[in-house]
């Protein structure tokens, strides 16, 4: 009898003597798939790994959060190595770090805080109010040489 | 009529409510919300004035990455003991919850440690908030986060030394939940403060003049 190996290499590679390859069933390869996009099933299959792991009125186990944690950490080592590169990325460098503290931020609300577990009432209330500041932040900067249109008022 | 729905959110916890959510928790987040513009106009006020200082010392001149990078460090690590005390009480594993409890209060603390040897280091330097609008800005923005971390240390240990003392109810459970969101949040605004003032605002020097971060940072 064939060894484990040898089985699946030849359930994955070998015709089944009716001029077909044994291909895994999946629903992308039925005439009509149910969830058909541009990569299949892939798409839909994805998202439903996510949700289960994260959703469906569950609460995420203690290694997921530590899991959560160790990326958390990952990227800050990231955003402190960029920046001993920083003059290597010149005008990208500022972007790059935005990026990695806005993902940062949308892990740390959306796991820890739990609002990808909660009610989406709550993001709501949360993302009204981040929005207002941000909001309120890009008019301060906008109008920043009405302000501050001299260096007079230094120090 | 309005009816109250009784429904079961997935901590298990019964919020009997029109929307479902407890108003205790709907209320911190409204908080939390407000507290965003708060520290929002902060982070405004210090990029505004970001690069006008007349006088030094300037942000090159004193901040310093390395450590600052452990305190972040220090502060992530204590988001995560404080969701796994949260997750530990909700199981009714009093004793591992206290555990964490106790250990997200020990980080706050080695990050408010940190704190004040900056600030203390930065007074040495010559740099205090009526030095310049350096100054003025980053004692102001970092001053008030402060103050937010001591006050969440306080709350924690608070709760860790009275509520933990008998068995864990629902109440202290929501109880622990309001105090771990506003520790994150602590945190979500450090993760900007470290990324916008030291990581990207290194490079400010006198005027517009810019120094190498790499540089700076070997001490070349």
Request: charged share 10%; hydrophobic share 55%.
């Amino acid at each position: 009898m064939a060894n484990p190996i040898s089985r699946t290499w030849r359930k994955l590679f070998y015709q089944d003597g009716g001029c077909h390859f044994q291909l895994p069933k999946v629903d992308s390869a039925f005439p009509e798939p149910p969830n058909e996009g541009p990569f299949g099933d892939a798409g839909p299959q994805a998202l439903g790994w996510f949700n289960r792991l994260t959703n469906n009125g569950r609460v995420a186990t203690p290694f997921f959060y530590t899991i959560i944690g160790v990326i958390l950490a990952i990227l800050t080592v990231l955003e402190v190595w960029l920046f001993t590169l920083s003059d290597d990325f010149g005008a990208f460098f500022v972007p790059m770090m935005l990026l990695l503290a806005i993902a940062k931020f949308v892990i740390v609300v959306a796991f820890f805080m739990h609002l990808r577990f909660d009610k989406n009432l709550l993001s709501l209330v949360f993302a009204s109010g981040f929005l207002l500041a941000i909001a309120v932040f890009m008019i301060v900067l906008s109008v920043q040489d009405k302000v501050n249109p001299s260096p007079l008022i230094a120090p | 009529m309005a009816q109250a729905a009784v429904t079961q959110n997935q901590h298990g916890h019964i919020a009997d409510t029109n929307t479902g959510i407890s108003n205790r928790k709907l209320l911190m987040w409204v908080f939390l919300a407000s507290d965003c513009l708060f520290f929002g106009s902060f982070i405004a006020t210090y990029l505004v004035y970001r690069n006008e200082s007349l006088v030094g010392p300037y942000p090159n001149e004193v901040l310093n990455i390395p450590v600052t990078s452990v305190s972040t460090f220090v502060l992530l690590m204590s988001s995560l003991a404080m969701v796994l005390a949260l997750n530990y009480a909700q199981k009714d594993r009093a004793g591992l919850a206290r555990f964490w409890l106790l250990a997200v209060a020990a980080l706050g603390l080695v990050f408010l440690g940190f704190q004040v040897v900056e600030f203390m280091t930065f007074v040495d330097e010559g740099l205090t908030i009526h030095q310049n609008l350096f100054g003025t800005t980053f004692f102001i923005l970092t001053g008030f986060h402060g103050l937010h971390v001591f006050v969440g240390v306080l709350w924690l240990l608070g709760m860790a030394f009275a509520h933990f003392k008998g068995a864990l109810t629902s109440r202290s459970t929501e109880d622990l939940e309001m105090a771990g969101l506003y520790w994150h949040f602590v945190d979500i605004v450090w993760i900007v403060i470290f990324t916008v003032i030291y990581l990207i605002g290194f490079s400010d020097g006198e005027g517009i003049e810019t120094i190498s971060h790499a540089t700076a940072i070997i001490g070349g």
